[in-house]
């Protein structure tokens, strides 16, 4: 499986941005599609994920209410709506594609930089 993330970009405190993530490969293989994302020296966390089987979707708790994870079924295109963002939120953002425990497909990320 192979990723391709787009929308990341620079944007004021309070603006929106919407990112994208476009698999390609063994798509019929992936259980979950998610996204991360990470500052460096510190751990990568989860953002947000959507099971593909039904549909069920978790967040990270610091983004609760501000972003909306979606995907469009037919395309096998993941989103990330982020509203509200603040300069607390500038990381790279990984999207993520699980497959099987001990197998996660990683895209190369895409940075998004909040100004204050």
């Known amino acids: 499986v192979q990723l391709q993330a787009s929308g990341g970009g620079l944007v004021q405190a309070g603006g929106s941005l919407r990112l994208t993530c476009a698999p390609s490969?063994?798509?019929?293989?992936?259980?979950?599609m998610g996204w991360h994302r990470q500052v460096p020296g510190r751990e990568r966390e989860l953002v947000a994920s959507i099971s593909v089987s039904d549909g069920e979707i978790t967040y990270g708790e610091s983004v609760k209410g501000r972003f909306t994870v979606s995907r469009d079924s037919a395309q096998n295109t993941l989103f990330l709506q982020m509203n509200d963002l603040q300069p607390e939120d500038t990381a790279v953002y990984y999207c993520s594609s699980f497959v099987r425990l001990g197998t996660t497909y990683w895209g190369r990320g895409t940075l998004v930089t909040v100004s204050s």
């Open positions: 490969g063994k798509i019929s293989t992936i259980k979950v």
